[in-house]
């Protein structure tokens, strides 16, 4: 009788883990398509038989003007290009020695601010203690475009809360599969199976390029 009644509760987990991985598979299917096809260009992004990876296109170069109080820190500068140019910088960084424009900034950093969306995008260059910035404008290509969402680069707080529920069921496929291919089955079993074949390879793979 207990025994009878382990295996339905081991039936029933195992149906609804399985409806489980089925809707995780379905809710990420189109992800798992653009995923894999950028992820393939972009491994083969470098060396002589390297892979188009899609084009940038200059579409605009524009001189800003920027106002003593916005100058402070990038955060201020951010904060103006918002509100006076409707420019909402996704990204700021600090790098690489300006020129320190009009008034000297010497060995200062430059700013480097830039927004935009997956296809159309902007960046406005800044030396520290200058009255201008450079801005410039930039159309990419759809593979490009793709590339950029890959890495969550231009698609909005949309996007990267889609894309996190993608990267969460990515995870959660991989435990249930793992899960319903391992059930049922001894190591023995498990380590001579194309599951036991695949860990190896890849523990190994992993293992050389951390080396």
Known sequence: MHDARQRRTSATAYRWIR?????????GALAA????ITGLVMNHRFGDAAWPQGDSRE???????????????PEQLSLWLRDHNGLDATMIRKGGPGGGGN???????KWRLSGGNARHAWTLEYA???DTAMLERSQQTPLAAFNRLHKGVGGG???ILLADSFAVAMVF???????????????????MSVMGLSTLVFLAVVGLALL
């Open 128 to 130: 520290p203690g200058s």
């Open 33 to 36: 398509i653009l995923y894999g």
């Open 157 to 159: 707080q949309w996007w």
């Open 173 to 191: 496929l991989g435990l249930s599969g793992i899960w319903m291919w391992a059930r049922g089955r001894r190591a023995r079993e498990l380590a």
């Open 103 to 109: 008034r000297g900034g010497g060995d200062a950093p």
């Open 59 to 73: 579409t605009g170069k524009q001189s800003l003007a920027i106002p003593a109080a916005a100058r402070a820190t």
């Open 19 to 27: 409806q489980f991985h089925l809707w995780l598979g379905a809710w």
